[in-house]
């Protein structure tokens, strides 16, 4: 059974960055659509950014798009997600989530998504 683990997150000042990363065991990666998914207080879990299974196609949801990169090393089993110019906005609780759906990578929807990791805090404040 894939299991995912969260890891990286923390406390950044507006504007800097941080680098999550999504390791993952128990199977094989290669199969695996990948995404990134964050809740905030109150708020819905939305999808951020997906990858395809060998990394080649990649899709940002509009609030990230241009500041947030997704890449993945099937070699080392993880996914990464490199967060750029971070703003109030993105404080959150990050995870990673797996998908078997051919289509996963590109509809970036939680209900796609079958397994999950434990998730990861991101705060964002001066």
């Known amino acids: 059974q894939l299991q995912l683990v969260e890891s990286g997150g923390g406390l950044v000042q507006p504007g800097g960055s941080l680098r999550l990363s999504c390791a993952t065991s128990g199977v094989t990666l290669d199969y695996y659509a990948i995404g990134w998914f964050r809740q905030a207080p109150g708020k819905e879990r939305e999808g951020i950014s997906c990858?395809?299974?060998?990394?080649?196609?990649?899709v940002y949801a509009d609030s990230v798009k241009g500041r947030f990169t997704i890449s993945r090393d099937n070699a080392k089993n993880t996914v990464y997600l490199q967060m750029n110019s971070l703003k109030p906005e993105d404080t959150a609780v990050y995870y990673c989530?797996?998908?078997?759906?051919?289509?996963?990578?590109?509809?970036?929807?939680?209900?796609?998504?079958?397994?999950w990791g434990q998730g990861t805090q991101v705060t964002v404040s001066s």
């Open positions: 989530a797996a998908s078997l759906v051919g289509s996963a990578w590109s509809s970036c929807r939680r209900a796609d998504f079958g397994s």
């Open positions: 990858i395809s299974t060998r990394g080649g196609l990649t």
